[in-house]
């Protein structure tokens, strides 16, 4: 029996008992039916949060090569890119196997306070670490990985642990990624083979894990991946997701993305993700989220990234804002060496997006969509709202030093007030377009951004 199966039979009586002392609790109790799953309301500190930090860390950053370099293993079995064959046949011996690079995953630089630190300082309030990729090592000590972890070869630490421990210390929230299938695990091999008829894979590896993780590491989000090969019922998605609602230790504040299984993305579960790098045309009515890498060619480590392929930090502002505009969250992605170390060219850029937060993020945390999402006046404005307050997100800075913004109408109550986030105690000069709506606003002396974005905060405009 399954720790998840075994959890469930313990429900029935856990509710009998909650409803002899507190009905509502067990009114509340979700079912393993997607229309039961998906009318749970998305605990509020993930929307309120907007900015998260995602993490590929894995065997995967040892050879550290090629476009999409977490999935070198896969590339370079199945020849599907020449590019990881040729890396493979020119620099390791005849007879190298994948499982080979484990031992080199020595981790021996990683300092979690250090991460954490960095990831603090970037603004982020989650991070979404790398449990366990496509390639099935577990980046915990998992007593059912038959030794492809971290304990047993490579850094000999628990990972997951330990940096759970440190962002704790920041207050930052743990999110956790986890592929549901494993390319290359025999038991998925037969369960494949089977055409998904049997669940032995699932039975002995995915549940048990994923209970494990949240039981050891009390994770506030799991980021599912690796669905798309078998539908939700093989991989018992929604039994697995009624669990972690009714019975878990994180009921209550846990989150979750929605890839369970074939068919299910941008459809069923928490947040939506649908595809990497989503990136919707008008304001979607689900709450959702963009993760997008800084090196815009891989989630993992690359030896040979080039300062070109690198997002500078004006992209990134530009693309948060589009995002938290559009009401998600914005899932920004590093990979680390293998040895630990964080490149400076990604540790400056999560720097410098936090130095922006610290002037703006009053218009990006616990903000909402407003009624227009942008237009493009004389620079193109993203807009945000936090109740009765707007805020208009420029990129770039207007010639002249006279911005024009359309969309704002004179509320009638208050005399509109316009401050630069920046200058907070300055109100600006300002002359209505039209009676009733429109702002001409003279802008202040440019205040230095490395990100080529600025914020105006407007009070008594609807
Ligand atoms: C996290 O970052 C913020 C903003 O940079 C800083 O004020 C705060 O002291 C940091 N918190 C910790 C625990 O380091
Ligand atoms: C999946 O859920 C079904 C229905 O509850 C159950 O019969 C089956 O044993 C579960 N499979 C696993 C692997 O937990
Ligand atoms: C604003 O301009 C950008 C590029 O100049 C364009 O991609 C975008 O569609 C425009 N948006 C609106 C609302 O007109
Ligand atoms: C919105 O602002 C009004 C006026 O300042 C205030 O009375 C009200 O409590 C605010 N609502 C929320 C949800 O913050």
């Given at each position: 029996?399954?720790?998840?199966?075994?959890?469930?039979?313990?429900?029935?009586?856990?509710?009998?008992?909650?409803?002899?002392?507190?009905?509502?609790?067990?009114?509340?109790?979700?079912?393993?039916?997607?229309?039961?799953?998906?009318?749970?309301?998305?605990?509020?500190?993930?929307?309120?949060?907007?900015?998260?930090?995602?993490?590929?860390?894995?065997?995967?950053?040892?050879?550290?090569?090629?476009?999409?370099?977490?999935?070198?293993?896969?590339?370079?079995?199945?020849?599907?890119?020449?590019?990881?064959?040729?890396?493979?046949?020119?620099?390791?011996?005849?007879?190298?196997?994948?499982?080979?690079?484990?031992?080199?995953?020595?981790?021996?630089?990683?300092?979690?306070?250090?991460?954490?630190?960095?990831?603090?300082?970037?603004?982020?309030?989650?991070?979404?670490?790398?449990?366990?990729?496509?390639?099935?090592?577990?980046?915990?000590?998992?007593?059912?990985?038959?030794?492809?972890?971290?304990?047993?070869?490579?850094?000999?630490?628990?990972?997951?642990?330990?940096?759970?421990?440190?962002l704790r210390k920041k207050s930052l929230r743990l999110g956790l990624y986890h592929s549901l299938f494993e390319w290359y695990n025999p038991l998925f091999?037969?369960?494949?083979?089977?055409?998904?008829?049997?669940?032995?894979?699932?039975?002995?590896?995915?549940?048990?894990?994923?209970?494990?993780?949240?039981?050891?590491?009390?994770?506030?989000?799991?980021?599912?991946?690796?669905?798309?090969?078998?539908?939700?019922?093989?991989?018992?998605?929604?039994?697995?997701?009624?669990?972690?609602?009714?019975?878990?230790?994180?009921?209550?504040?846990?989150?979750?993305?929605?890839?369970?299984?074939?068919?299910?993305?941008?459809?069923?579960?928490?947040?939506?993700?649908?595809?990497?790098?989503?990136?919707?045309?008008?304001?979607?009515?689900?709450?959702?989220?963009?993760?997008?890498?800084?090196?815009?060619?891989?989630?993992?480590?690359?030896?040979?990234?080039?300062?070109?392929?690198?997002?500078?930090?004006?992209?990134?502002?530009?693309?948060?804002?589009?995002?938290?505009?559009?009401?998600?969250?914005?899932?920004?992605?590093?990979?680390?060496?293998?040895?630990?170390?964080?490149?400076?060219?990604?540790?400056?850029?999560?720097?410098?997006?936090?130095?922006?937060?610290?002037?703006?993020?009053?218009?990006?945390?616990?903000?909402?969509?407003?009624?227009?999402?942008?237009?493009?006046?004389?620079?193109?404005?993203?807009?945000?709202?936090?109740?009765?307050?707007?805020?208009?997100?420029?990129?770039?800075?207007?010639?002249?030093?006279?911005?024009?913004?359309?969309?704002?109408?004179?509320?009638?109550?208050?005399?509109?007030?316009?401050?630069?986030?920046?200058?907070?105690?300055?109100?600006?000069?300002?002359?209505?377009?039209?009676?009733?709506?429109?702002?001409?606003?003279?802008?202040?002396?440019?205040?230095?951004?490395?990100?080529?974005?600025?914020?105006?905060?407007?009070?008594?405009?609807?």
């Amino acid at each position: 029996m399954s720790p998840l199966m075994r959890a469930g039979c313990m429900a029935p009586i856990i509710c009998v008992i909650a409803f002899l002392v507190w009905a509502p609790g067990c009114a509340a109790r979700y079912e393993a039916t997607w229309a039961s799953l998906d009318a749970r309301p998305l605990p509020r500190w993930y929307d309120e949060a907007k900015v998260g930090i995602f993490v590929h860390w894995g065997v995967f950053s040892v050879p550290g090569f090629g476009q999409f370099s977490e999935w070198l293993w896969y590339w370079w079995k199945s020849e599907k890119r020449r590019e990881a064959v040729e890396f493979m046949r020119k620099n390791y011996p005849p007879g190298f196997k994948y499982a080979d690079f484990a031992s080199e995953f020595r981790a021996e630089f990683f300092n979690p306070d250090n991460w954490a630190d960095i990831f603090n300082a970037s603004g982020a309030r989650y991070v979404v670490f790398t449990s366990k990729h496509h390639e099935g090592f577990t980046n915990w000590p998992s007593a059912d990985s038959w030794n492809w972890n971290s304990m047993d070869v490579g850094p000999h630490r628990d990972l997951v642990g330990e940096l759970a421990a440190a962002l704790r210390k920041k207050s930052l929230r743990l999110g956790l990624y986890h592929s549901l299938f494993e390319w290359y695990n025999p038991l998925f091999l037969s369960d494949q083979a089977s055409g998904f008829k049997t669940q032995e894979f699932v039975a002995r590896k995915t549940l048990p894990e994923l209970v494990n993780l949240v039981t050891a590491y009390k994770p506030d989000l799991i980021w599912s991946d690796g669905d798309w090969s078998a539908a939700d019922t093989y991989w018992n998605s929604t039994q697995f997701l009624a669990w972690l609602y009714n019975d878990s230790p994180v009921k209550d504040e846990v989150v979750t993305n929605d890839r369970w299984g074939k068919g299910c993305y941008c459809k069923h579960g928490g947040y939506y993700n649908c595809e990497d790098r989503y990136t919707p045309g008008k304001l979607p009515d689900h709450k959702w989220e963009k993760c997008q890498s800084i090196d815009t060619r891989s989630w993992g480590y690359r030896r040979e990234m080039k300062l070109s392929e690198v997002m500078d930090l004006p992209s990134i502002i530009k693309d948060l804002t589009y995002v938290v505009a559009m009401g998600g969250n914005y899932l920004l992605n590093i990979g680390p060496m293998s040895d630990g170390m964080i490149a400076p060219v990604f540790e400056e850029r999560l720097r410098g997006l936090g130095a922006w937060l610290g002037i703006n993020g009053e218009a990006i945390y616990a903000s909402k969509p407003w009624r227009v999402q942008t237009e493009n006046s004389t620079v193109t404005v993203w807009y945000t709202a936090k109740n009765v307050t707007i805020y208009a997100i420029i990129l770039g800075w207007p010639s002249k030093q006279l911005l024009q913004l359309t969309v704002p109408k004179m509320s009638g109550a208050t005399k509109p007030q316009v401050t630069l986030l920046d200058y907070p105690n300055i109100p600006l000069k300002w002359a209505p377009l039209t009676p009733t709506a429109g702002l001409m606003i003279a802008m202040p002396t440019m205040p230095a951004s490395p990100a080529n974005a600025w914020c105006l905060k407007l009070e008594g405009v609807v």
